[in-house]
């Protein structure tokens, strides 16, 4: 199942024929962009990251086929630099609030500097087994 995000911001764009900045999601009418799309696009633009991996988790968890609600995001960023890691997810949090109170009901954050990155930080944890909905009852 695809979203369409921001169709009242869209109608007021092609409307008005407004510019937007690159955080928002504009298509044309007919055209779709998944949600992993949505977030490696609002990550990109507020992050310039070195490195983004966005990862749809969704097929892990007790959703139906197809889903797009679970994500596990990898992002090395100068962004980051000087600031704890509650502050790193804080921030991508912050960017991704709208996801957050809509389709994504999970996000994994792994959040790097590009000198813990570059220094061997590159081991990403994998996600735990999701023990959640019926699945939770055979445990």
Known sequence: MLWTVGVTVLQAINK????TDKRFLVMKR???????ENIERKLEADLSPIHLEVLNESHKHNVPPGSESHFKVII???KFEKKSL????????????DDLAGPVHALSIQAKTPSQWNSGGRFVRNT????????????
């Open 16 to 19: 008005c024929r407004l510019k």
């Open 30 to 36: 007919g055209d779709t962009m998944t949600i992993q």
């Open 76 to 78: 090395v960023s100068e």
């Open 86 to 97: 509650v502050e790193q997810h804080q921030l991508v949090n912050q960017i991704l609030a």
């Open 128 to 139: 735990p087994e999701c023990l959640g909905g019926s699945q939770a009852e055979k445990v």
